[in-house]
């Protein structure tokens, strides 16, 4: 079975751009999260979606937004990017989301540079 | 003040040593606590998780949970090269939401 996918797995912006980051889930799970892991550093929560509804948002700011399409994958939008946003993306997907009833899967994820 | 706390190493132990990797956190609230393994450049991989206190053995490795002292320990018996990689503790509040918090990370390196 396939993992958990996420493309590009390379991005190279300048600040100011847009980006998508776009995460394709383990099939069978409804539940895709989102995390930034700057180098060094634990991920961290971005945002969970379930069944297309929001979950759950960390504490990032309004330039960082997602969708979770019919099909379950999901895309992470960063608009007027910074050189802070530089970081490792990462997606993770889970059958439903709850803590007590699966794990979270992460993919490669996505190496963002802003320069 | 982090949530969860992790010394970021680096961790450096001759093959066959036992490690001992270790959390602390400050909400006693969260109930569910995992360890991750992530290689570099790669996605992290769950290697245990636990609920609540106690201790759970898989094969080379035991997570123990101390809620009472907000504690949280991985052990590796007979490590080996190919355990070299960045641990994550992570652990999450609720039955209803996902979201891990996860610790800075402890590099390990395990030298032949």
């Known amino acids: 079975d396939a993992g958990v996918t996420q493309s590009p797995t390379h991005l190279i912006k300048t600040r100011g751009q847009h980006v998508t980051l776009r995460c394709s889930p383990i099939?069978?799970?409804?539940?895709v999260s989102w995390y930034q892991q700057v180098l060094g550093q634990g991920p961290q929560f971005i945002f969970q979606y379930y069944e297309k509804e929001e979950r759950g948002r960390g504490n990032f700011p309004d330039r960082f937004s997602a969708r979770q399409f019919p099909n379950y994958s999901s895309e992470l939008n960063v608009n007027a990017l910074l050189l802070g946003d530089s970081a490792l993306y990462l997606c993770a997907s889970s059958l439903v989301g709850g803590a007590n009833t699966d794990t979270q899967y992460f993919g490669p994820g996505t190496r963002l540079t802003v320069l | 003040q982090k949530e969860v706390e992790q010394d970021p190493g680096p961790l450096s132990v001759p093959e066959g040593a036992i490690v001992s990797l270790n959390c602390t956190y400050s909400n006693s609230a969260f109930q569910y606590f995992m360890w991750y393994r992530q290689y570099s450049r790669k996605g992290p991989e769950l290697l245990m998780y636990?609920?609540?206190?106690g201790n759970k053995e898989d094969g080379r490795f035991t997570a123990q949970v101390d809620k009472s002292s907000k504690y949280i320990s991985l052990f590796i018996r007979d490590s080996q090269p190919s355990d070299s990689a960045t641990y994550l503790c992570a652990m999450t509040l609720s039955s209803n939401t996902g979201k891990l918090i996860f610790g800075q990370g402890t590099t390990l390196q395990v030298k032949p």
């Open positions: 099939s069978g799970h409804k539940s």
């Open positions: 636990t609920y609540s206190s």
